[in-house]
């Protein structure tokens, strides 16, 4: 079993989330071993609160997950528009940058995370045109797509003109 890496605070999560984020985890594959992965342990005792694991944040008063930074976690896989990711609907920060998401593509259920104000998908290996759905994200401040290449440096990313009016 696959789960977050805990660090020392005391908070418990809310059980929904806490499942949303073991499936999401739980969706890939860790291409290298957990030990050259700061943010995944393998070990199966590490408990039910997701607001104590490494690279999770909670709001102090509700509970509610707000914060995701999943940077250079070795995960490998995609992520389709059913993801438990999109669970997480209290979400205003979230960090996906530095993995293999095999180019995929960025489900347009991403635009579903409404309090989003930090979006990082670089260097992540997502293939073909931005949704426009992102522009749905209104309280977006700092959005990175950036390095989304191929192994020849080859762009994989595309924004077609006319979406460029709605992200404006």
């Known amino acids: 079993m696959i789960v977050f890496?805990?660090?020392?605070?005391?908070?418990?999560?809310?059980?929904d989330e806490y499942l949303a984020l073991m499936q999401f985890?739980?969706?890939?594959?860790?291409?290298r071993q957990a030990s050259t992965c700061p943010k995944v342990n393998l070990r199966k005792?590490?408990?039910v609160d997701c607001c104590s694991w490494e690279g999770i944040w909670c709001d102090q008063?509700?509970?509610?997950?707000?914060?995701?930074?999943l940077s250079n976690s070795c995960l490998?896989?995609?992520?389709?528009?059913s993801s438990s990711l999109f669970c997480l609907g209290h979400l205003q920060y979230l960090n996906l940058a530095l993995?293999?998401?095999?180019?995929s593509k960025i489900p347009s259920t991403m635009?579903?995370?409404s309090r989003l104000t930090y979006l990082n998908l670089s260097g992540s290996f997502f293939f073909g045109q931005i949704p426009h759905e992102i522009s749905k994200l209104s309280n977006l401040a700092k959005l990175d797509l950036s390095f989304n290449v191929d192994y020849s440096n080859q762009e994989l990313l595309e924004l077609k003109?006319?979406?460029?009016?709605?992200?404006?």
Request: with cysteine; aromatic share 8%; hydrophobic share 30%.
């Open 5 to 15: 890496q805990l660090s020392s605070r005391q908070q418990l999560c809310r059980k």
């Open 25 to 31: 985890k739980d969706s890939f594959v860790i291409e």
């Open 45 to 47: 005792s590490q408990g």
């Open 61 to 69: 008063n509700t509970s509610h997950v707000i914060g995701l930074d």
């Open 76 to 81: 490998f896989g995609s992520i389709n528009s």
């Open 99 to 103: 993995n293999d998401f095999n180019f």
């Open 111 to 113: 635009g579903n995370l």
């Open 161 to 168: 003109r006319s979406d460029l009016n709605s992200l404006a």
